[in-house]
């Protein structure tokens, strides 16, 4: 499979009269991305802001990030069995908005937690502070259930990015990277002296707010299987997930994926990127067996040497994690696990709900019990009012000042455990 | 397994109240970690956990509420359940308490991703 991926470096966005990308601007009519919104009778109202790097703005609650794409050639659309009609992504040619994202956000649950700092100590640990955001703020009619706002929200936001995507379909990219994968036999007769070597990636799956689709199924009710690594990059997953803002992979990070696009940078050099498996995260013990059993036989009919396994969440997933790491190992293919730690305030504890000798290769993305001071800022996108309510926040969350002590959890990917995030240990 | 062969303890009034005409539910007015204990000592006497303690990312000493699902009947001890609960009542320590922060609309939230939470589990169970 061949992806061509053109990169249109988004250099400002503006609201204007009519929507359009002209020298790396982003002119955005409000009263056309609104329509688009409220295309969806459950959202009463939204309202859009721009929030640019280096601004005194704080965007919460954080709901999902989304990066703008435009299918051009090849099968199916952006999105596919969520926007687009299902069909199998991943080659052809494809644009993304580089620079910006389209940020939801809204309070869909009391205790809702996603904090994006555009400037101070906060920007430096999420990496949403270094793109022009597009922020929608969606209020749902009265009296609506948290799933229903869920959904309206998600595919509000999926709907605008799509919209914006589209005003790059005519335009040239200003660079192109092109990903290739092999099918199996190929990938043995090209690279026949190479490791071979797959990403494992867990979804999160629990439930209600902690979902995940792959071509618009809930990932719960899958069994593990095998992509493409190119089909991420058109939306083959993305986030329902709205709880634990440090470690969860917004739908920004499913489509930029940093372990998916590192390990093309070492196919056919240092190994044979063979594919990419997804497997879940569900709280029914039985289905944590089911799966882990499901992704080492995997593994091994794959003839696989080595997996990267990355999991999403704390707690529950640190047991499919085990689960996958000593299975896998068992099956006599080495695995390096990506995870997120919380380790306590002081770093002291211990930083997983479940471990094994077989884990004896590990990549943190940082310490989520970390407390941090964040300066009031200027302007809020949003609300506040919840701020003191969330993830890592304490009764002396709000200090005299109007400074709020938090620990790392509050911030959106802040400890992301695919690695894309600032954060690391050694 | 289908709805007759597990029990879910929880603290959690909403699953009381939405689950007591069809399952078996156990409840105690404790808190979280209390609930962990619930459990561990149930584990002890042969009982098998069949729902993770930590589902959820909602954290320990914020949410107020737990439901875990355990086998109805009885057996040797589980080690692999009795390492994940052990694991679970250490890992509550991480998080400071703010359970008693929030004002009384939060509740209703926490009580909801609780609730489904679980019938996230018990489907899986019912289905089998």
């Known amino acids: 499979m061949r992806l061509e991926m053109g990169h249109i470096y988004i250099k400002d966005i503006q609201f204007a009269a009519e929507s359009k990308i002209e020298d790396g601007i982003l002119y955005v009519s409000e009263e056309a991305v609104r329509a688009v919104a409220l295309e969806d009778e459950k959202i009463k109202s939204v309202s859009f802001d721009i929030a640019k790097p280096g601004e005194s703005v704080r965007i919460t609650p954080v709901k999902d990030v989304i990066e703008p794409r435009v299918k051009v050639e090849g099968r199916g659309g952006i999105f596919p069995g969520v926007i687009a009609k299902v069909d199998t992504v991943g080659e052809g040619k494809t644009y993304a908005l580089k620079g910006m994202a389209v940020v939801t956000a809204g309070k869909i649950v009391g205790f809702q937690e996603g904090i994006i700092d555009m400037t101070g100590p906060g920007a430096d640990y999420t990496p949403f502070s270094k793109t022009l955001n597009l922020v929608m703020v969606c209020e749902p009619v009265d009296d609506i259930k948290p799933h229903d706002y869920e959904k309206a929200v998600r595919f509000a936001g999926f709907r605008v990015a799509v919209y914006l995507g589209e005003l790059a379909r005519e335009l040239t990219p200003d660079e192109t990277k092109v990903y290739e994968t092999c099918t199996i036999k190929e990938g043995m007769e090209k690279y026949p002296d190479l490791p071979r070597v797959a990403y494992v990636q867990m979804l999160q799956s629990q439930g209600l707010l902690h979902d995940t689709y792959v071509y618009g199924v809930d990932a719960k009710k899958i069994v593990p299987t095998i992509m493409s690594p190119t089909e991420i990059m058109d939306g083959a997953i993305v986030s329902g997930n709205c709880v634990s803002a440090c470690d969860k992979n917004p739908t920004y990070v499913h489509l930029n994926n940093p372990v998916v696009h590192d390990m093309f940078e070492q196919h056919g050099k240092t190994f044979n990127f063979v594919c990419h498996i997804i497997t879940n995260e569900n709280v029914y013990l039985a289905d944590k067996q089911r799966s882990s059993d499901w992704t080492a036989k995997l593994c091994k009919m794959l003839d696989l040497d080595g997996v990267i396994v990355s999991q999403e969440g704390f707690g529950n997933p640190d047991t499919d994690l085990i689960m996958n790491c000593k299975k896998i190992e068992a099956e006599g293919v080495k695995t390096v696990i990506i995870t997120d730690e919380y380790a306590g305030r002081d770093g002291k504890s211990q930083s997983l709900a479940d471990s094994d000798p077989a884990a004896d290769a590990v990549v943190t993305g940082g310490n989520a019990n970390q407390v941090i001071i964040l300066p009031k800022l200027d302007k809020v996108i949003g609300t506040l009012d919840y701020v003191t309510k969330i993830a890592g926040a304490s009764e002396e969350t709000l200090r005299e000042d109007g400074s709020l002590e938090v620990e790392l959890q509050v911030l959106t990917g802040a400890t992301n455990e695919t690695g894309f995030n600032k954060l690391s240990a050694r | ?128």
Do not use: W
Request: charged share 30%.
């Open chain 2, 1 to 128: 397994m289908g709805s007759r062969d597990y029990m879910v303890i929880t603290n959690n009034p909403l699953v009381l109240d939405r689950l007591k005409e069809t399952r078996h539910v156990v409840y105690r007015d404790i808190s979280y970690e209390e609930i962990l204990r619930e459990v561990r000592d149930r584990i002890h006497e042969g009982h098998t956990l069949l729902s993770h303690p930590l589902s959820g990312s909602v954290k320990p000493n914020e949410t107020p509420y737990k439901s875990i699902m355990i086998s109805e009947g009885k057996g040797e001890v589980d080690e692999a359940s009795l390492k994940l609960i052990e694991n679970a009542i250490q890992a509550c320590r991480k998080f400071i308490f703010k359970s008693d922060l929030y004002e009384a609309p939060v509740y209703d939230d926490f009580q909801i991703i609780d609730l489904t939470l679980l019938e996230s589990g018990m489907a899986s169970a019912d289905a089998g």
